[in-house]
Nanobody, 127 residues
Framework: QVQLVESGGGLVQPGGSLRLTCAASGFTFSSYGMGWFRQGPGKEREFVAAIRWSGDITYYAYSVKGRFTISRDNAKNTVYLQMNSLKPEDTALYYC????????????????????WGQGTQVTVSS
């Protein structure tokens, strides 16, 4: 079955960096788009970034564009989220997710586009 395991979260000071990792198994990783979502305290889960199955197109929420970078390594069945210039408002539980559709032609950006989720990794940005 599909398994997504996030890691790399932690406590970091404002302006710092973290790299989140999502290890995937149970499916043909190279055929599916992947995404990162987050849910902050008292907030609904929101889209952060996504990468197409082919790896050639990436998508970002406006709030993280220019600071976060999503990438994938199909040989390792892993997707990453490099987070730089972190702000207190980036504090959230970060989830990795797999696209519902195999080799989707367009972009998967909505929560409803994703069908499998990890357990999440906590990121706290605080001085």
């Amino acid at each position: 079955q599909v398994q997504l395991v996030e890691s790399g979260g932690g406590l970091v000071q404002p302006g710092g960096s973290l790299r989140l990792t999502c290890a995937a198994s149970g499916f043909t990783f190279s055929s599916y788009g992947m995404g990162w979502f987050r849910q902050g305290p008292g907030k609904e889960r929101e889209f952060v970034a996504a990468i197409r199955w082919s790896g050639d197109i990436t998508y970002y929420a406006y709030s993280v564009k220019g600071r976060f970078t999503i990438s994938r390594d199909n040989a390792k069945n892993t997707v990453y989220l490099q987070m730089n210039s972190l702000k207190p408002e980036d504090t959230a539980l970060y989830y990795c997710a797999r696209d519902l559709l195999r080799r989707r032609q367009g972009g998967a950006l909505r929560e409803a586009d994703f069908g499998s989720w990890g357990q999440g990794t906590q990121v706290t940005v605080s001085s």
